[in-house]
């Protein structure tokens, strides 16, 4: 005989979330580059179980990426240098959106990036005539060309520029996505709110390499690449609990996750929803799994509300 479900005789419990005016049916979210534009999904994942998707990161013009070896797994980790290969804005417009279009009640976030702050720009006011977008997600993770290499998300400066200029034309919710590769997140997050953003998303990958020592090689052709997945997720959270902190706008977490239990971590750390990116390469149906096993973990642990549990760490 089965036993029966953890919830038997009570109502499933509430995990709706919501951010900047955009409402969840509950907080996973598929992280951007590791979904691809969510169509490419459709067959394996129920799109519709997942509260949204963020995808694959759009520029002005279309990328073809680096050279092979783009991926390199680690110990509880990958390394990934594809850099940012997409087809662009205006094929992600014509191509992809009317069929995300389809796809009912799902949030669909739109990942940007560029080179230079009129990049940025142009992309956020080619992306406003599409429908069916909930909101924007700057990656600031790039070089800025325009200043000589240094990254958007690694400098204040550079960082209230872009998000300022982002949010003078996004006629949409714009999301800020960090780079961890900095010595205080905690200025980051406070100064991409006070440029505008409506919210913070975090962790994108950490700075990292790997050399072979037989053929003296790098792994990754690109040398170096972004570490991501389980080995950087205590990283995360610190990094999660202290933008929290910082800021009053919402913050949605990630690194790491592939387990309701780590999604429950990052929300006790302050996160408002989450985001699950390098677990859908070992598992392309973890979004999906997770999502389940939220409303099981809630049922065991009789929770109610999810939403409750934001910013909810107990320290004595
Ligand atoms: C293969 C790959 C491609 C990625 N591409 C993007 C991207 O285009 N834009 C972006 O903002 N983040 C990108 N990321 C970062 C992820 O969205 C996420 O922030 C990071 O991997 C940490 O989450 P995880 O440990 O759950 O993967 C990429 C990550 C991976 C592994």
């Given amino acids: 005989m089965t036993a029966p479900p953890a919830n038997a005789g009570r109502p499933p ?32 994942v129920h799109l519709s179980k997942l509260g949204g998707f963020v995808v694959k990161g759009l520029s002005r013009e279309p990328m ?43 949030v669909v976030i739109a990942n940007v990036f560029g080179y230079t702050r009129e990049d940025y720009e142009r992309t956020i006011e080619i992306l406003n005539d599409g429908e069916g977008i909930a909101a924007y997600e ?8 325009a200043q000589g290499g240094l990254q ?22 714009l999301l800020v996505k960090l780079s961890p590769n900095v010595t205080s997140i905690a200025q980051m997050a406070y100064t991409a709110q006070e440029a505008g953003a409506d919210a913070l998303s975090l962790i994108n990958t950490f700075v990292a390499m790997a050399i072979d020592p037989e ?12 570490l991501s997945g389980p ?35 990052f929300m006790l750390a302050g996160a408002t929803a989450v985001q699950i ?23 065991e642990h009789e929770i109610k509300r999810l939403a409750d549990l934001t910013g909810g760490m107990i320290l004595e």
């Avoid at 400066?157 to 300022?164: A, G, I, K, N, Y």
């Avoid at 003296?216 to 972004?226: E, F, L, Q, S, Y």
């Avoid at 677990?279 to 409303?295: F, G, H, M, N, R």
């Fill in 13 to 44: 419990a509430d995990l709706s979330v919501s951010f900047a005016g955009i409402q969840l049916k509950n907080p996973v979210l598929a992280a951007s580059g590791t979904f691809g534009y969510g169509v490419e999904f459709e067959d394996v």
């Fill in 64 to 106: 073809i990426g680096n050279p092979p070896p783009r991926l390199w797994e680690t110990p509880a980790g990958m390394l990934n240098a594809i850099g940012l290969q997409n087809i662009g804005v205006h094929a992600f417009l014509e191509e992809k959106l009317p069929r995300l279009r389809q796809i009912k009640d799902v």
């Fill in 138 to 145: 700057l990656n600031v993770s790039c070089p800025n060309t």
């Fill in 152 to 173: 958007f998300g690694s400098d204040p400066r550079s960082l209230d520029e872009v998000v300022t200029t982002c949010r003078r034309v996004a006629q949409r919710p």
């Fill in 215 to 226: 053929t003296r090689k790098p792994r990754i052709a690109n040398v170096t690449a972004g």
């Fill in 231 to 265: 080995a950087i997720k205590p990283i995360a959270v610190r990094m999660v609990y202290d933008a929290a902190h910082a800021v009053k706008i919402p913050v949605i977490g990630m690194g790491g996750i592939s387990t309701a239990a780590d999604v429950i971590e």
């Fill in 277 to 299: 990116g390098t677990a859908s390469y070992w598992d392309p149906c973890a979004t999906e799994k997770i999502v389940d096993e939220l409303q099981e973990w809630c049922a």
